[in-house]
């Protein structure tokens, strides 16, 4: 074991990420050996890709409001900026390209690509306030992009996309399409979102957040994020670390936004409100700041948790809060925390005092 | 301490997995039981239970008064899809689980269009009673509506002004991040412009600002309009009531049918409601034997008087029954047996029932029957005439 370990340079953290790699790939066998053998219900086979484009905004808002340190209140506005460019993206695409998984690779950039540029320009001037300033400015951010979008009309004709706002002046030529027709949302776009795509993805986001954790400029966000006065003082630029690593957390989030977009045949801004920003911030304070890991499994549990409350019918929310608050105190009780630590103490005693013993009854 | 927290949350998580996957471990398409299954989505709990309730609650009446005929029986499931599209999507794949082989749709439209492609990939016939959406049965040959689209609302809405004479100097307050609200005035404002109505103030609100309404029946007033123009839901419309009886604004106010509800609601003052005007398919007033069977049924049950989504439902079972009679649907046939069946008979079949007579549907899967306009008496719907 010793020389494994010396062999692959398995560190406590390299073992950590192999673990965390594995839940993800031990989720996606569970689920293709249940659907393969026909047991996969409808309700959760409906559940795959949302679940995964979950992991992922949490995964992103994790990078922000763990890693980076600054409380965000309007992710959802990046995951919608994301979610609307995929829309079109693949609505263009679709009639062009014939490979479908090459439809939703272009339209997954896309979404990120877009998200990210929003990002860093809301980022400028954004990123020079701190804590609550920085947390009512994000809001209003997400806020600003539902009304947006919500006013929007995108088509396309003949003639090439046509953009109008606020009111409907596309004037689309014979056999033209409307994408994004304002508070109707988008709808009539192709389905494309596939489960094995949303695990790429997550375990892409995963070695992307891992090689940046390791990497120079990880060390210097948590530096900054520590003590920003001390990073200041050893030459970390502030703003140029904060802003990469949020235009980082904006395009990771957009990419989870054309995933989740593409699983439904239609959508409008208004599902990207307040609510789910405060969903994705609480997937990852129950799974743990800066805890990848527990960010994955919080959006997991929690996105399936209200499914599986269905046949309590009315009390359904109800009984969804409760297991909620249940969690987060039972998570955060130091008196069960002492027992769990003191109870593997003791079961670790207790099984050195067993191999002692076979040792001394051997020898 | 994180670690052991992501080990005790990953157990939970596969344990939700197990149970997950065996609770729903049931054949989708084939039937046993001797009852055809109806499902349906619809929001039972949030914002917009009261539409999702009227409707559970008349498709019950009709199911059991269905069943009690004896043969052709019928089996009924809501879910709750919460006026969400993701929810709805889960709610679909649930009484998939279940094993429905016809639904009745959603009952909002935003659900609806999520709902309605997923029955089209899946073949299982829709037939939704108030998802009014146009883009709902659009390139759907197996989605049917029992409700008018918003379209349709909005014109008939400028030519009923315009003819009656209800007013000459129009405001129209409506809700431009709904697209109920939004396309019910697009068209409005379209075809007012086309029969020469005139529009003088035309104000929005959204989601987020329909708490006052001062600032935009403060535009109204200022304008010298006679007659406002309500395409929205009874909620905001409430208020909008309410605000202007404070303002002193007499005016007439004119609603579509989501205005319907407005006497149902909770703590609400009917007398606030006297002498508006709504368009609605439906009238709890009207005196023919299977509206006042209905009416008193509905009443014993549920202790309120039931709205136009109540009776679009009610008619939405007795239309899959007249179908499913006419068209000799077994329980032991598969969804997209039924499917084929029920396409071909609503498009072929005339039905009367609560929300009009002699009702059709055309392969685009909408309605033809007439709107009334109702005018508000005494807290209760009258008749315009």
Same mark, same amino acid.
């Given at each position: 074991?010793?020389?494994?370990?010396?062999?692959?340079?398995?560190?406590?953290?390299? =073992?950590?990420?192999?673990?965390?790699?594995? &839940? /993800?790939? *031990?989720? +996606?066998?569970? !689920?293709?050996?249940?659907?393969? %053998?026909?047991?996969?219900?409808?309700?959760?086979?409906?559940?795959?890709?949302?679940?995964?484009?979950?992991?992922?905004?949490?995964?992103?808002?994790?990078?922000?409001?763990?890693?980076?340190?600054?409380?965000?209140?309007?992710?959802?506005?990046?995951?919608?900026?994301?979610?609307?460019?995929?829309?079109?993206?693949?609505?263009?695409?679709?009639?062009?390209?014939?490979?479908?998984?090459?439809?939703?690779?272009?339209?997954?950039?896309?979404?990120?690509?877009?998200?990210?540029?929003?990002?860093?320009?809301?980022?400028?001037?954004?990123? =020079?306030?701190?804590?609550?300033?920085?947390? &009512? /400015?994000? *809001?209003? +951010?997400?806020? !600003?992009?539902?009304?947006?979008? %919500?006013?929007?009309?995108?088509?396309?004709?003949?003639?090439?996309?046509?953009?109008?706002?606020?009111?409907?002046?596309?004037?689309?030529?014979?056999?033209?399409?409307?994408?994004?027709?304002?508070?109707?949302?988008?709808?009539?776009?192709?389905?494309?979102?596939?489960?094995?795509?949303?695990?790429?993805?997550?375990?892409?986001?995963?070695?992307?957040?891992?090689?940046?954790?390791?990497?120079?400029?990880?060390?210097?966000?948590?530096?900054?994020?520590?003590?920003?006065?001390?990073?200041?003082?050893?030459?970390?630029?502030?703003?140029?670390?904060?802003?990469?690593?949020?235009?980082?957390?904006?395009?990771?989030?957009?990419?989870?936004?054309?995933?989740?977009?593409?699983?439904?045949?239609?959508?409008?801004?208004?599902?990207?409100?307040?609510?789910?920003?405060?969903?994705?911030?609480?997937?990852?304070?129950?799974?743990?700041?800066?805890?990848?890991?527990?960010?994955?499994?919080?959006?997991?549990?929690?996105?399936?948790?209200?499914?599986?409350?269905?046949?309590?019918?009315?009390?359904?929310?109800?009984?969804?809060?409760?297991?909620?608050?249940?969690?987060?105190?039972?998570?955060?009780?130091?008196?069960?925390?002492?027992?769990?630590?003191?109870?593997?103490?003791?079961?670790?005693?207790?099984?050195?005092?067993?191999?002692?013993?076979?040792?001394?009854?051997?020898? | 301490?994180?670690?052991?927290?992501?080990?005790?949350?990953?157990?939970?998580?596969?344990?939700?997995?197990?149970?997950?996957?065996?609770?729903?471990?049931?054949?989708?398409?084939?039937?046993?039981?001797?009852?055809?299954?109806?499902?349906?989505?619809?929001?039972?709990?949030?914002?917009?239970?009261?539409?999702?309730?009227?409707?559970?609650?008349?498709?019950?009446?009709?199911?059991?008064?269905?069943?009690?005929?004896?043969?052709?029986?019928?089996?009924?499931?809501?879910?709750?899809?919460?006026?969400?599209?993701?929810?709805?999507?889960?709610?679909?794949?649930?009484?998939?689980?279940?094993?429905?082989?016809?639904?009745?749709?959603?009952?909002?439209?935003?659900?609806?269009?999520?709902?309605?492609?997923?029955?089209?990939?899946?073949?299982?016939?829709?037939?939704?009673?108030?998802?009014?959406?146009?883009?709902?049965?659009?390139?759907?040959?197996?989605?049917?509506?029992?409700?008018?689209?918003?379209?349709?609302?909005?014109?008939?809405?400028?030519?009923?002004?315009?003819?009656?004479?209800?007013?000459?100097?129009?405001?129209?307050?409506?809700?431009?991040?709904?697209?109920?609200?939004?396309?019910?005035?697009?068209?409005?404002?379209?075809?007012?412009?086309?029969?020469?109505?005139?529009?003088?103030?035309?104000?929005?609100?959204?989601?987020?600002?329909?708490?006052?309404?001062?600032?935009?029946?403060?535009?109204?007033?200022?304008?010298?309009?006679?007659?406002?123009?309500?395409?929205?839901?009874?909620?905001?419309?409430?208020?909008?009531?309410?605000?202007?009886?404070?303002?002193?604004?007499?005016?007439?106010?004119?609603?579509?049918?989501?205005?319907?509800?407005?006497?149902?609601?909770?703590?609400?003052?009917?007398?606030?409601?006297?002498?508006?005007?709504?368009?609605?398919?439906?009238?709890?007033?009207?005196?023919?034997?299977?509206?006042?069977?209905?009416?008193?049924?509905?009443?014993?049950?549920?202790?309120?008087?039931?709205?136009?989504?109540?009776?679009?439902?009610?008619?939405?079972?007795?239309?899959?029954?007249?179908?499913?009679?006419?068209?000799?649907?077994?329980?032991?046939?598969?969804?997209?047996?039924?499917?084929?069946?029920?396409?071909?008979?609503?498009?072929?079949?005339?039905?009367?029932?609560?929300?009009?007579?002699?009702?059709?549907?055309?392969?685009?899967?909408?309605?033809?029957?007439?709107?009334?306009?109702?005018?508000?008496?005494?807290?209760?719907?009258?008749?315009?005439?």
């Amino acid at each position: 074991m010793e020389q494994l370990k010396k062999k692959f340079h398995l560190g406590k953290t390299n =073992r950590e990420k192999i673990f965390t790699f594995g &839940i /993800v790939l *031990l989720f +996606f066998a569970v !689920i293709e050996i249940l659907r393969g %053998t026909g047991n996969l219900s409808n309700l959760l086979k409906g559940q795959l890709v949302p679940i995964c484009a979950y992991v992922v905004m949490a995964l992103s808002l994790n990078l922000t409001v763990g890693i980076l340190g600054e409380l965000s209140l309007g992710h959802a506005g990046f995951v919608s900026v994301g979610a609307f460019t995929g829309i079109v993206t693949a609505t263009l695409l679709k009639p062009v390209v014939p490979q479908t998984w090459l439809v939703l690779l272009i339209s997954i950039v896309a979404g990120g690509l877009t998200a990210g540029i929003i990002g860093f320009l809301i980022g400028i001037p954004v990123l =020079r306030l701190r804590g609550d300033y920085l947390a &009512i /400015v994000t *809001l209003a +951010f997400g806020e !600003i992009v539902k009304s947006l979008i %919500t006013n929007l009309y995108i088509g396309v004709d003949a003639k090439g996309l046509h953009f109008s706002f606020i009111n409907d002046n596309l004037n689309l030529l014979e056999g033209g399409k409307k994408i994004i027709a304002g508070p109707m949302g988008a709808s009539g776009f192709p389905k494309i979102s596939t489960f094995l795509a949303g695990i790429l993805l997550i375990l892409f986001v995963l070695y992307f957040l891992y090689r940046l954790l390791g990497s120079k400029m990880g060390r210097a966000i948590k530096a900054m994020r520590d003590n920003s006065i001390a990073a200041e003082a050893v030459g970390i630029h502030l703003t140029r670390f904060k802003l990469t690593a949020f235009t980082m957390s904006a395009f990771i989030a957009g990419m989870a936004g054309t995933l989740f977009a593409l699983n439904f045949a239609s959508l409008s801004a208004t599902k990207f409100n307040v609510d789910m920003s405060i969903l994705l911030l609480v997937f990852v304070v129950l799974g743990g700041l800066g805890n990848l890991r527990g960010s994955i499994i919080a959006a997991g549990v929690l996105t399936v948790l209200p499914e599986m409350l269905r046949s309590l019918r009315d009390y359904r929310m109800l009984a969804y809060s409760i297991v909620l608050i249940a969690i987060m105190l039972l998570t955060n009780n130091q008196r069960l925390m002492q027992w769990w630590t003191q109870t593997k103490k003791d079961a670790k005693k207790w099984f050195a005092k067993i191999r002692k013993a076979k040792d001394g009854g051997e020898a | 301490m994180k670690k052991t927290i992501a080990v005790v949350l990953a157990v939970v998580m596969m344990l939700v997995g197990v149970v997950a996957c065996t609770s729903g471990n049931q054949p989708a398409t084939t039937n046993t039981s001797s009852a055809i299954k109806i499902g349906a989505t619809g929001p039972l709990t949030g914002g917009a239970a009261i539409y999702g309730q009227a409707c559970a609650n008349a498709a019950v009446i009709a199911v059991e008064e269905i069943n009690a005929l004896g043969g052709l029986q019928f089996e009924l499931k809501y879910e709750d899809d919460v006026h969400d599209v993701e929810k709805a999507a889960n709610a679909y794949n649930a009484l998939k689980d279940w094993g429905a082989q016809i639904t009745l749709g959603s009952v909002t439209s935003d659900p609806a269009k999520v709902t309605s492609a997923l029955c089209y990939e899946d073949g299982i016939f829709f037939l939704t009673p108030s998802a009014s959406a146009a883009t709902v049965t659009e390139g759907k040959d197996n989605v049917f509506q029992m409700c008018f689209i918003d379209p349709t609302q909005g014109i008939a809405g400028a030519n009923y002004i315009k003819d009656k004479n209800l007013g000459t100097k129009v405001a129209v307050i409506y809700k431009n991040d709904e697209d109920y609200s939004t396309y019910i005035y697009q068209n409005f404002a379209a075809e007012a412009e086309k029969i020469g109505l005139n529009i003088v103030s035309t104000t929005t609100f959204t989601a987020d600002s329909q708490n006052d309404f001062s600032v935009q029946l403060g535009d109204a007033q200022a304008a010298g309009a006679d007659l406002i123009f309500l395409p929205m839901y009874y909620e905001p419309a409430s208020l909008i009531l309410a605000q202007a009886n404070q303002m002193g604004i007499d005016i007439t106010f004119f609603g579509v049918d989501g205005m319907d509800g407005i006497l149902e609601m909770n703590g609400f003052d009917k007398s606030l409601a006297e002498g508006v005007i709504l368009m609605t398919a439906f009238d709890a007033n009207a005196s023919d034997e299977n509206t006042k069977s209905f009416v008193k049924k509905y009443q014993e049950k549920y202790g309120e008087i039931p709205n136009q989504f109540a009776a679009d439902a009610y008619d939405c079972v007795y239309a899959i029954y007249q179908a499913c009679v006419n068209g000799n649907v077994t329980a032991d046939m598969t969804a997209q047996q039924i499917n084929e069946i029920m396409k071909q008979q609503f498009t072929s079949m005339t039905f009367n029932g609560l929300t009009g007579q002699n009702m059709t549907w055309g392969t685009d899967g909408r309605v033809s029957k007439d709107a009334i306009a109702v005018v508000i008496k005494n807290g209760a719907y009258a008749s315009m005439d």
